[in-house]
């Protein structure tokens, strides 16, 4: 009980006693000023000590370093004492007295409280920092009745004692002011007992203090980087799901081709990345991103398939978004790397051998990190406004006009751009699944041969007929993307969006809108629709359509949770099969701490690959996300 009491004490003394050393250390640091101010003035304008004037030495200079000079400790001792005679107005330089002693000695003397009123003080004059803390800081400097200091004058011993007194004085008043009752004996008694009662606790707090005193000092010598953060996720779920019917076509074959028929077996899939987020100035960023996962294979578009709705439904939009980006089968490889700045406040430019479009475009607060709300790709993303959404090089930009409502965003990216010839899968890796059931001949011949005929197709392999499109960075594989959005505020936005380009040589143009809206600061509604044209595919020119629509939900439950359920159609087109695919997904992310969640997921797709006679899919899925 009695430690409690002494506590209390210390903690309420503490702030006082913090603020008398304040007090005291602003004191020391003015008088400093004025010494300096006193000295460097005195040595620019007064005479040498043969012509009358007297240098500012300390007592012991004086006896080491000017014998003719003696130390006095009482005025009396100086014979030509004139200790009445204060300067006039009408010479000498300006005055170091107090306000005070301006209107009781010196009526002469004007009192100034603003370094402004002094007309012959420039700012860029050498002391103006001194002379403005001094006037308006402490009100010990006064002017001439005519509004003039006249520091360039010289100034003599008498001035500068009675400058030097005034500014003491002043010293005096604020250190009285601030410790008046301060300290009592009663006080430095309590101190006494408390440092003897809590002397141990204070060697044990010195102890700490020192070993991470210790430990910061090595982690500040082997740091990884002054200039890069590492951060890191780790995607781990558990899938299972089937169908129920005989088979499933896949339209990107014959129907008489291989269907499939049996039951899917659970899987556990797994994606796994390291990001080095590295700032030069603080407005840039270079992110350099390493991931792995566990597709079955690292060719589109057989990746994605370790999970039972991308082995039964691959090609429109039904595999998870995390287990094809990106489709690395194990391999550790480079997803991520481009370099962020500003070019204006407002703009921002990003450019880079290894980025994704979505990256940059198509934001939506309920509907676009796969790792956090919804896992089918088709709900991630406008499914027909990118055909390019894989891997890829190019730039974008970001700007927001005066940071208002609207901003305007833009990218240009291609497949294959480090390919300087017409041959290699890098073209493909880039590319959405649904262009391998546009182009399947294309497809087959860069994947490096084999029969690859699909619906309208014939043999297509490895032909040498087949062309593919020049590749590099300008080739004939590419996506150019333009987003126009209105966002007045957090809980409204809309988005405008075009995309067009190459696919194969083929063009495609694409059109979208992106819609949020957010009631109650929880409750959410969201949509997006795509309309695209695409010529010259395995169909003809089609025209497919596309839209998705649901609701989400902040802080179901728990603060942090986010819940939500959505419904689509990725790619409504008659020319392909004899019905139209719909999916849908419901979700709740629960959050276990900051740097865990856990997300059950429900997928059902129906008409899978627009095909009537494939049974219905459901599949289930267990998402735990680890972020560090």
């Not at 370094?115 to 103006?128: E, G, I, K």
């Not at 409204?492 to 495609?508: D, K, P």
């Not at 959505?566 to 695919?581: C, L, R």
């Given at each position: 009980m009695q430690k409690k009491k002494v506590s209390e004490n210390l903690t309420v003394k503490a702030p006082v006693y913090e603020k008398f050393l304040a007090h005291t250390i602003a004191s020391g640091v003015s008088l400093l000023s004025l010494l300096l101010l006193g000295t460097s003035s005195t040595r620019a304008q007064v005479p040498s000590a043969s012509n009358g004037a007297a240098n500012l030495v300390s007592q012991n200079q004086v006896q080491k370093n000017t014998p003719e000079m003696n130390q006095v400790t009482n005025v009396n001792q100086l014979s030509n004492d004139q200790t009445s005679e204060i300067p006039s107005a009408s010479g000498g330089a300006g005055n170091f007295v107090s306000q005070n002693q301006v209107k009781k000695s010196?009526?002469?003397?004007?009192?100034?409280?603003?370094?402004?009123?002094?007309?012959?003080?420039?700012?860029?004059?050498?002391?103006?920092?001194?002379?403005?803390?001094?006037?308006?800081?402490?009100?010990?400097?006064?002017?001439?009745?005519?509004?003039?200091?006249?520091?360039?004058?010289?100034?003599?011993?008498?001035?500068?004692a009675a400058g030097l007194n005034a500014c003491l004085d002043r010293i005096n008043e604020l250190i009285a002011t601030a410790t008046t009752d301060l300290v009592r004996k009663e006080d430095l008694a309590t101190l006494q007992k408390l440092q003897e009662e809590f002397t141990a606790e204070l060697a044990t707090l010195r102890g700490r203090v020192d070993v991470l005193e210790a430990r910061s000092a090595e982690l500040e010598a082997n740091q990884f980087s002054t200039t890069t953060k590492l951060q890191g996720q780790a995607i781990i779920s558990v899938n299972a799901g089937g169908f129920d019917g005989r088979r499933i076509i896949d339209p990107a074959q014959p129907p008489t081709a291989n269907p499939i028929t049996s039951q899917p077996n659970p899987t556990i899939l797994f994606r796994a990345g390291i990001d080095l987020n590295t700032s030069f100035r603080g407005t840039d960023l270079l992110k350099i991103r390493l991931d792995t996962g566990s597709g079955l294979s690292d060719q589109a578009p057989d990746a994605g398939k370790d999970n039972a709705a991308g082995l039964l439904e691959p090609n429109f939009g039904s595999v998870l978004d995390y287990s094809v980006k990106p489709p690395t089968n194990g391999d550790v490889e480079i997803s991520r790397l481009y370099y962020s700045f500003l070019l204006a406040k407002d703009f921002r430019v990003s450019v880079g051998p290894s980025f994704f479009p979505t990256d940059f475009v198509d934001f939506n607060s309920y509907a676009y990190l796969s790792f956090r709300d919804f896992s089918t790709l088709a709900f991630v993303n406008n499914f027909v406004l990118f055909p390019v959404n894989g891997q890829s090089a190019g730039a974008a930009i970001d700007w927001k006009p005066g940071n208002g409502a609207f901003s305007v965003r833009a990218l240009y990216a291609a497949t294959d751009a480090a390919n300087p010839t017409q041959q290699g899968r890098g073209v493909i890796q880039g590319l959405s699944p649904f262009t391998n059931i546009l182009y399947p001949r294309q497809f087959a011949a860069a994947a490096g041969g084999g029969p690859g005929g699909g619906p309208g197709g014939g043999p297509g392999g490895g032909a040498p007929n087949v062309s593919t499109g020049d590749r590099g960075f300008f080739g004939d594989t590419f996506?150019?993307?333009?987003?126009?959005?209105?966002?007045?505020?957090?809980?409204?936005?809309?988005?405008?969006?075009?995309?067009?380009?190459?696919?194969?040589?083929?063009?495609?143009?694409?059109?979208?809108?992106?819609?949020?809206?957010?009631?109650?600061?929880?409750?959410?509604i969201f949509g997006r629709y795509g309309y695209g044209n695409f010529d010259n595919t395995a169909f003809g020119d089609i025209k497919p359509n596309y839209w998705m629509a649901g609701v989400g939900v902040r802080d179901l439950f728990t603060r942090g949770a986010l819940a939500g359920i959505?419904?689509?159609?990725?790619?409504?087109?008659?020319?392909?099969?004899?019905?139209?695919?719909t999916n849908f997904e419901a979700f709740y992310n629960y959050p276990f701490s900051r740097n865990i969640q856990v997300t059950p997921t429900v997928q059902v797709i129906n008409?899978?690959?627009n095909e009537e006679s494939n049974g219905t899919i459901v599949t289930g899925t267990l998402r735990t996300v680890f972020s560090f």
């Open positions: 010196t009526p002469g003397i004007s009192q100034v409280t603003n370094v402004n009123q002094l007309s012959d003080v420039q700012p860029t004059d050498w002391a103006f920092q001194a002379l403005q803390s001094l006037v308006e800081r402490y009100g010990c400097i006064a002017g001439y009745p005519n509004g003039t200091y006249r520091g360039n004058r010289a100034m003599t011993r008498y001035e500068f996506q150019g993307t333009v987003e126009l959005e209105y966002a007045p505020s957090r809980a409204f936005a809309v988005r405008l969006q075009y995309s067009g380009g190459e696919l194969f040589s083929n063009r495609f143009d694409s059109y979208g809108v992106n819609v949020e809206l957010t009631l109650a600061e929880k409750f959410g959505a419904v689509g159609q990725p790619f409504v087109v008659n020319q392909i099969g004899d019905s139209t695919q008409h899978a690959g």
